[in-house]
């Protein structure tokens, strides 16, 4: 039962009926009322007029006379007729006798109706055409019939209304999950309300936690001003720690790969990350190579006989500078930077990526992968582009560096 | 979507809505229906003139057969000086000789009324205890008409004519008497050849019109009611009474004379006939 303010669409649905059945009803109550009237007077001049016309046996009662004035006589009586019912919608009706012993008279007024009697006659059957005409009561019969109308549209307003095939799909699913029928009800409404899209995003959360509180999703989709990436919303309430609002908040976040500070943490897409030691540091310098666009962000692997001493140094004191393990500064230090070290690394992220977003969602955080024409080795970079790349400085440490607009 | 189910939960709603629309309807059918409150018809066949009606022996109550001169004859009562010092109001009424009920005359309801004698002793043999004869019409002649030829009282001439009859068959004019004359004649005549009418009006009409050939018709000099001069006559009566007017024992006799006057001179102009009954004051 609607008890809320109605919209502009429902009060003109509600104009629009209220003026159908008024129609109706005033058609209606008029049809009933002049029908009756004239099956009334019919008996009443049966009963009444005609045995003064024609006498029991078929005999004109004046039969030695020509009376011209008799049929204006009695039109004179039929002028003016009352009728009466619980509602006196006619104000008043007229009868007029069109034709007497062959003298005709024309009816003064416009004749709604005619009334046919036939008596036998001693000529003969004689028909006796009345015409009949009834005038309303018009405040009364428009009136009462307006409000009678007014009273069904109310009536029919109260009556609860078939969900459409949407809401009821809703309407079972929530009631699935456990809820009232008397709680579903207006919460399957709500829901088929809703644009498709937070439908379906509705839908995926449910399907994904089936303990959450129905209503609390529902509020959730509905207050969306983007659409959630389906993917990472999935993947993101895959994850028990991650609360229905969060979850949200990570599928609406834009690609971005963030560097936390201090924490071996990465927060890809919104979803932080923590990643061991190693792996990060080198995952981020790869970041910070793509990000300032040296050579596009590609690294050509170092020859296997020849291991990289500058760049080992160069990623050394990044470690040294934000605590990494000493074994591997050490390993850079004396050895230089391998090719099995980078593509261990590598390795190990992405290993690391994919148990936590899946192959799809990682791929675009992961490496990609190039043949250098020039020296015949491989070289990798970081497929996320430099835009979508955030380094803040403090993340950074001691490493002196040109001053770069980090994103 | 399975249609089915879909009909299914529209089905309770279409329910409950047509229920609504059915007690609306209903509610609006059972208010809106009217009766018709009986007529109010006056009186077609009388006329009253002079005072209103106070004390009923004040009444002077006429009954007669025809319309014909009735408002006439009331009138000229009620203009009558002495007659209304005695009854200041008149009323007549004019029905077919059949109304005349033994009720009527016990109960004494008319003053005055106007019928056949035998009629009259055929319904209360006693009428002297109530009613004396007053008042006797002139007699007249009745005749068979036709704009044709010559009428015949013979099985041939009548054999290839139409003829017109009232179909009231206490009528002695225009029923009775045609018929038992030709029935004495020995001429007897096919329901077909015969053509019933309700009223003189219409008789006269078809006469005019040709679709009957010969009709019964009083004779008269001239008069307004036969509006046609027949080219052909044949007797049928020369002694034909209209009837007799009978008046009420408890009439006073102060107003025998005026109303003799009054009833000569409705005689002349209804029978047309010159009346050789003097007035008698």
Known sequence: MKLTRPTAAEAFRAAAIWALLSGLLLWFSWHTATTSARSGFSSLLDQQLLPAIIADGGYRIAQYDQDESLLTRINHDLQHLSVSGVLPVISSCSLHLSNLHGQEQQPAFTPDQRISLTRNTSEGAQDFLFYLRCDPDYPLWIGSQLTLAALATLLLSLLPAPLSSLQRHWYRLLQSRGMTAAQARPLAGRIAALPAPARHTLALILQQRPQADSAEAVRLSAALSRQPDPAWLQQALARNDCSLATALDIACAADSLSFIPGQQTVVIHGLPLQLPQTPYLYYLWYALRRSRGENDGWFINPPTNRPDRDTGAEISQLMAALGGHGKAINDLNSAGLKAKTLDQNRSKLKDELTSALGDELARHYLFETERDMTSGRTRYRLATPAAQINIPAESLGAIPNESEKHH | ?281
């Open chain 2, 1 to 281: 979507m399975n249609l089915t189910s879909e009909l299914r939960s529209l089905l309770p709603y279409s329910l409950m809505v047509a229920a609504v629309l059915a007690a609306v309807l209903t509610v609006s059918y059972l208010s809106t229906r009217q009766s018709s409150r009986p007529l109010q018809l006056s009186d077609y066949y009388s006329y009253r003139c002079g005072a209103e009606p106070s004390l009923p022996d004040r009444e002077f109550r006429i009954l007669t057969v025809a319309r014909t001169e009735a408002r006439a004859l009331a009138d000229s009562l009620c203009s009558n000086p002495a007659f209304s010092a005695v009854y200041p109001t008149v009323s007549i009424r004019w029905q077919r000789r059949d109304y005349l009920t033994l009720d009527h005359i016990q109960e004494q309801s008319f003053e005055l009324f106007f019928n056949r004698q035998h009629v009259v002793s055929g319904i209360a043999p006693n009428y002297t205890l109530f009613y004396s004869l007053f008042h006797d019409s002139p007699h007249y002649t009745l005749e068979w008409i036709s704009d044709d030829d010559q009428p015949q009282l013979s099985d041939d001439y009548f054999r290839h004519r139409t003829l017109g009859l009232l179909s009231d068959p206490k009528s002695q004019s225009y029923h009775i008497m045609p018929l038992d004359t030709l029935n004495a004649a020995g001429i007897q005549l096919p329901e077909s050849r015969i053509i019933y009418f309700s009223d003189t009006y219409s008789l006269y009409q078809a006469f005019s019109s040709g679709r009957v050939d010969v009709i019964p018709v009083p004779r008269v000099s001239s008069s307004a009611q036969i509006p046609f001069r027949a080219a052909y006559r044949l007797l049928i009566s020369d002694d034909m009474s209209p009837g007799s007017w009978y008046l009420s024992q408890r009439v006073s006799a102060a107003v025998h004379c005026d109303l003799q006057n009054v009833l000569n001179r409705y005689g002349e102009k209804v029978f047309d006939h010159e009346t050789d009954q003097t007035d008698c004051r």
